[in-house]
């Protein structure tokens, strides 16, 4: 027999994010601990280090072959999830034969990006120049420690697995970089100078401005030679001059210049130099010194750019460097800063006056006026509590003190205050709560409700779901971990959280389809979250408008049902007299009821507009219609990847597949025999929203949907109108005016290949009945089958218990969830034979190993044969419990040529 290994031997089970099983790592060097379940390690992954979860211990005859982890970034008493989550959803993972990073990689959203910094440095005495590669100029560490980043990481690991690298790791904090002003001494001296225009002293000015010639009068060699004119204009100028030109000495004289060229030609003046008077230009710039432009200085001088630039050449001006006051700018990010960016200080620096445009920010920082740092980011907004009501005596706790218990019924206002006793008390008692819901809508009404209930507990609330940013979702995280929340509200990604002592887990409408991941693992969200419950020894708890068939057999509490008004519009039965119905004639026929707009909803949309009030109607599908057909040969475009219709919408004139998202635009003829003409079959959105635009003009139409989401601001501000919209319309808040719902076509949720269709039909019914937190609008629903017992127990005024539970027992007959466990094996490929004879090699290994005929269902073909291009076959397994379903799950044969998944406890068809 072998001897159990040493702690210190047994290797580290570790998953990282990809699909791919957990992987045995060895201990990293100088750990003696014990295994730090749920903590994030950094492990060599493809010549890089990567971010894993520690979820088990691993397998200790392979710890010699495998590598080391490098560092833990938490800490065991502080782990990144506790470690009870990591043993419980590791344990659904196993059951649910699916790859634990595959799981934890769809269900941990938070912490896979760690940021640290990485120093290295190599192991005395080692010699690292071997792992240097000629010419590819890599340089290894040294003795003395480095960041690492300055080295390649596949060298890095090169070194990491023989042994020969010192690491040490430390968790830095999320940086940003902010924009902040330099101290004034450190600004480069280059720029702070700045050049000013100074007047020099004017006798310092070059002689071409500062001095000018003039004439003066000289005795002429021969007097005799000089005309009378010429003697008088030179005798003027003896007495009278000097003068500055010919042309002032003339006007003077009176006569020509010709006359006065002559006394000069016959020697009778000369030219004298006289120290000029300095311009008004340059007298201006000395009293209004120093300018910082030409251009300044010739507009305050009132001359011109040339007058002013040839005082400058002439040197009665220059430029002088000087050290210059800080701009504004500078000034303004000094006393506010530091800001997020260039253009945050610019817009910042405006508001207060500071004229400056991000070009200009940037300039200035070129110049070394600011610098862009990197600082720890400051805690990101969060969401933020519902204020605590007035003090008040405590309400009693009256639900079940049960390892699982259920509450249903009412509108969420009341369950939530049937349910705050018990989160209260736990809370007190320093216990931690987890409430999960499927869908915005539901999270935003159970953070309204319950939130404010931290305060009063000493404690605070914390959201975490993918409507947060990741930093804010790592923020909230950080504080649950270090025990500062201890209620947490949130979608799937709060299921690992790290909360503190968890006494209760509570799932809002567990039997919604938005809990079923539609990728990767596939999990349901309440399976998983029922195994978390039961490793932490916590209560689990499910809470909604109707319960889910499996919830029936626990103990619980039914609220009174709100008060519904329906109105059936029966497609399959007409009324034949008027007593029959309160708003249907005796006359019409089936044809004549109107359609996908019934005639009595007309009535009561009319009645909607004429009061004012508001309506919302609900439509089985989005686009115009779900498909169109020739009128001569019933041709139907089909999707070239998928065997489904292609839907027809007419806001953009295209054909579209909803699976595969393949679109063309409408043909012109009939590809069979060449008709014009097409109908349209299967109502949708826009259908419907114009015929209530044809059928009751004036009424404003509103449309939700994936493809559209009109602004409903004026609805919610009261104004009259009506919403025609998918399921999508139950994620947003009733209308305040609503008086009336329509189902257009309650059979599209009824007419579905899946066990769940009618449950998932009552509960519509019934969220719909507490759509609005006050009033009871009017329903009416559109069907043919107005005698369904879902419909019917509504009408009845029955509580929310009495259809689920008329389904489990008939399940419970059938063999189905309660009383089974299912689960989907899907076996595909693109050759529809190869994915056959596959799907029945799986089949055939199942029944090998043991498998009952009631155990393995099928395989058979899916409803849509093709699907994106792949033919799917279907097998299902149902097993008296999780451990048989574990079992056969183990048993599935993997090695076929065809590509199998595995869906724990499908959702929406069989």
């Not at 990073?101 to 896979?112: Q, R, S």
């Not at 000013?196 to 005799?224: F, G, H, I, K, Y």
């Not at 008692?429 to 159970?446: E, I, K, W, Y």
Request: charged share 20%; hydrophobic share 45%.
């Amino acid at each position: 027999m072998t001897p159990p290994a040493t702690p210190s031997l047994i290797p580290w089970l570790v998953a990282v994010p990809l699909p791919v099983p957990a992987l045995d790592f060895a201990v990293p060097h100088g750990w003696t601990g014990p295994i730090p379940l749920g903590c994030r390690v950094l492990v060599p992954w493809r010549g890089e280090l990567t971010v894993g979860l520690v979820v088990g211990a691993g397998n200790p005859v392979s710890a010699h072959r495998v590598r080391d982890v490098v560092t833990v970034l938490d800490t065991p008493e502080q782990p990144w999830v506790p470690a009870s989550t990591a043993a419980g959803i590791g344990g659904w993972a196993a059951d649910a034969q699916l790859p634990a990073g595959l799981v934890w990689g769809d269900l941990l959203g938070v912490g896979w990006d760690a940021t640290y910094d990485h120093r290295v440095r190599a192991v005395k005495d080692a010699d690292l120049l071997a792992f240097g590669r000629i010419g590819m100029n890599w340089t290894v560490p040294g003795l003395a420690w480095a960041d690492a980043s300055a080295f390649a990481p596949n060298l890095l690991d090169a070194i990491r697995e023989q042994g020969l690298l010192e690491e040490a790791f430390r968790l830095t904090p999320k940086m940003r970089g902010v924009v902040q002003a330099r101290v004034l001494d450190d600004v480069p001296q280059a720029s702070r100078l700045t050049t000013l225009l100074r007047a020099e002293p004017w006798a310092q000015a070059d002689a071409s401005v500062r001095l000018e010639t003039w004439l003066e009068a000289v005795p002429p060699p021969d007097p005799a030679a000089l005309t009378p004119k010429q003697a008088g204009a030179w005798g003027w100028l003896n007495a009278n001059g000097p003068v500055r030109s010919l042309s002032e000495w003339a006007h003077s004289t009176g006569v020509g210049t010709s006359v006065l060229n002559g006394v000069t030609a016959k020697g009778g003046t000369r030219a004298v130099q006289h120290e000029r008077e300095a311009p008004p230009a340059w007298h201006w710039l000395a009293a209004h010194e120093p300018q910082s432009s030409l251009s300044g200085w010739a507009k305050g001088a009132g001359v011109s750019a040339a007058a002013v630039t040839a005082l400058l050449n002439a040197g009665a001006a220059a430029y002088v460097p000087e050290l210059a006051p800080p701009p504004a700018a500078w000034t303004w990010l000094q006393e506010h800063g530091p800001v997020e960016s260039l253009t945050a200080w610019a817009n910042g620096a405006s508001l207060a006056g500071v004229h400056l445009t991000p070009t200009v920010a940037g300039t200035l920082a070129a110049k070394g006026w600011a610098d862009t740092v990197q600082k720890p980011a400051p805690p990101p907004p969060l969401p933020a509590p519902t204020p605590a009501g007035p003090p008040r005596a405590p309400d009693p706790d009256l639900l079940p003190e049960a390892a699982v218990w259920r509450l249903h019924g009412g509108r969420p206002a009341s369950r939530a205050r049937t349910l705050a006793p018990r989160i209260g008390r736990l809370l007190t008692q320093g216990r931690g709560v987890l409430v999960l819901a499927p869908d915005h809508a539901t999270l935003r009404r159970a953070w309204e409700h319950l939130s404010g209930l931290a305060e009063a507990a000493g404690t605070r609330a914390i959201q975490i779901s993918g409507h947060l940013s990741d930093v804010q979702r790592a923020h909230s995280w950080a504080l649950v971990g270090a025990g500062e929340a201890r209620l947490v509200i949130g979608s799937y990604l709060a299921l690992t959280a790290p909360l503190h002592d968890p006494a209760l887990i509570v799932v809002l409408e567990e039997g919604s389809d938005a809990y079923k991941l539609q990728s990767g693992c596939r999990a349901f969200v309440p399976d998983v979250a029922a195994r978390v419950a039961a490793a932490h020894d916590a209560a689990l708890a499910m809470v909604g408008a109707a319960p889910a068939a499996e919830s029936v057999p626990y103990v619980g509490a039914v609220l009174p049902p709100p008060r519904a008004r329906v109105h059936v519009v029966d497609y399959a039965n007409p009324p034949e007299q008027a007593e029959l119905g309160p708003l249907s004639g005796a006359h019409l026929t089936p044809a004549d009821l109107g359609y996908p707009l019934s005639h009595d909803l007309v009535r009561l949309l009319r009645q909607v507009h004429e009061r004012g009030r508001q309506a919302a109607l609900l439509a089985p599908r989005r686009g115009y219609s779900a498909l169109l057909r020739c009128p001569t040969c019933e041709h139907v475009p089909q999707c070239r990847n998928c065997d489904v219709p292609l839907r027809f919408h007419q806001d953009t004139r295209q054909l579209t597949c909803h699976q595969c998202g393949y679109h063309e635009p409408i043909p012109e003829r009939c590809d069979n025999c060449g008709e014009r003409m097409w109908q349209a079959r299967g109502p949708g959105t826009e259908w419907i929203a114009q015929m209530v635009e044809k059928l009751v003009p004036g009424l404003k139409v509103y449309r939700l949907d994936k493809d559209r989401q009109d602004d409903l601001s004026p609805l919610h501000a009261g104004e009259s109108g009506v919403v025609v919209g998918t399921q999508l319309l139950l994620s947003h808040d009733a209308p305040p005016n609503l008086a009336l719902l329509g189902v257009t076509l309650a059979d599209t949720w009824l007419n579905v290949s899946d066990f769940r269709a009618s449950e998932r039909y009552h509960r519509l019914l019934r969220q719909l009945a507490e759509w609005h937190p006050d009033r009871a609008p009017l329903l009416v629903v559109q069907t043919f089958q107005a005698d369904h017992p879902a419909l019917k127990v509504l009408i009845e005024g029955r509580d929310a218990l009495a259809y689920p539970a008329a389904e489990e027992r008939v399940r419970k007959e059938l063999g189905y969830p309660p009383h089974a466990r299912l689960a989907q094996v899907e076996i595909a490929a693109r050759d529809p034979e190869k994915a056959k004879i596959a799907a029945q090699a799986v089949a055939d290994a199942l029944h090998g190993a043991g498998a009952t005929a009631q155990e393995v269902l099928g395989p058979a073909a899916s409803p849509v044969a093709r699907l994106r291009g792949v033919y799917p076959y279907h097998l299902f397994l149902r097993a008296r419990d999780d451990a048989r379903l574990a079992q056969l799950l183990a048993t599935v044969d993997r090695s076929v040529k065809a590509r199998v998944r595995v869906d724990v406890n499908p959702r929406g068809g069989l």
